[in-house]
């Protein structure tokens, strides 16, 4: 009964045209955040944060100044907006390895290479050198940055069985590593013009991880 009451009230939905409507204005939305975040994105990778304002993205984007702050409390939180979708994406990735990872080779390669081939646009690489301080903030107070240290620290204590460490601190800090090295490595030779592609990256990391936890 509770089944057809819902249908009934979803079929009115419809004949009054409230679904479509609601529908519409949910992807207009869903467009103007994305039009402000690529926006955000693009003067935050050619000026970096400090130096963007609100009136340079609504400038640009020909949004009005009430609509941004309808979506964004000031430059600050569209940037930890960014880094949040950056991170789940990175979150994604690692996921999908993990699934697909018979070793632990495999899974640190492929989790480094995945994330080297994310950030490795020549805007990604602009954002991170701009801002580095601001990335490094943003990134370790993101719950999404959080979730992906306890994954591999369950994974690391339980699924891998490394025989290496014991001590349930140690995983936890070996975790961190593994979250916090690659970006560190993806500057310095990003900033010291050192012209590495993802895959030999990612194969040192894996190699220098692997001797490791393995050893």
Same mark, same amino acid.
């Given at each position: 009964?509770? /089944?057809? #009451?819902?249908?009934?009230?979803?079929?009115?939905? @419809?004949?009054?045209? %409230?679904?479509?409507?609601?529908?519409?204005?949910?992807?207009?939305?869903? *467009?103007?955040?994305?039009?402000?975040?690529?926006? #955000?994105?693009?003067?935050?990778? &050619?000026?970096?944060? *400090?130096?963007?304002?609100? &009136?340079?993205?609504?400038?640009?984007?020909?949004?009005?100044?009430?609509?941004?702050?309808?979506?964004?409390?000031?430059?600050?939180?569209?940037? /930890?907006?960014?880094?949040? *979708?950056?991170?789940?994406?990175?979150?994604?990735?690692?996921?999908?390895?993990?699934?697909? &990872? @018979?070793?632990?080779? /495999?899974?640190?390669?492929?989790?480094?290479?995945?994330?080297? /081939?994310? %950030?490795?646009?020549?805007?990604?690489?602009?954002?991170?050198?701009?801002?580095?301080?601001?990335?490094?903030?943003?990134?370790?107070?993101?719950? %999404?940055?959080?979730?992906?240290?306890?994954?591999?620290?369950?994974?690391?204590?339980?699924?891998?069985?490394? @025989?290496?460490?014991?001590?349930?601190?140690?995983?936890?800090?070996? &975790?961190?590593?593994?979250?916090?090295?690659?970006?560190?490595?993806?500057?310095?030779?990003?900033?010291?013009? %050192?012209?590495?592609?993802?895959?030999?990256?990612?194969?040192?990391?894996?190699?220098?991880?692997?001797?490791?936890?393995? *050893?």
């Amino acid at each position: 009964m509770e /089944d057809k #009451g819902l249908q009934e009230f979803l079929n009115v939905f @419809k004949m009054t045209g %409230i679904e479509p409507i609601l529908g519409k204005r949910a992807s207009q939305k869903k *467009e103007v955040r994305k039009r402000l975040m690529n926006e #955000g994105l693009a003067l935050f990778s &050619s000026h970096g944060l *400090e130096k963007t304002t609100v &009136s340079d993205i609504v400038e640009n984007t020909k949004i009005a100044r009430g609509t941004f702050y309808n979506y964004f409390a000031d430059t600050q939180s569209l940037f /930890d907006a960014i880094i949040d *979708e950056l991170n789940q994406s990175v979150k994604t990735v690692i996921q999908k390895t993990r699934r697909e &990872s @018979k070793n632990i080779y /495999d899974y640190l390669y492929g989790a480094f290479k995945s994330y080297f /081939d994310l %950030i490795g646009t020549s805007e990604m690489i602009q954002f991170h050198i701009l801002n580095q301080a601001q990335i490094r903030q943003s990134s370790y107070q993101s719950d %999404i940055i959080k979730t992906i240290v306890k994954n591999l620290n369950r994974d690391l204590k339980s699924d891998f069985k490394i @025989k290496a460490f014991s001590e349930k601190y140690e995983f936890l800090l070996l &975790s961190f590593m593994l979250v916090g090295t690659p970006p560190e490595l993806f500057l310095a030779t990003h900033t010291s013009d %050192i012209n590495l592609s993802s895959d030999q990256l990612a194969t040192f990391l894996a190699k220098l991880f692997h001797k490791v936890l393995m *050893e």
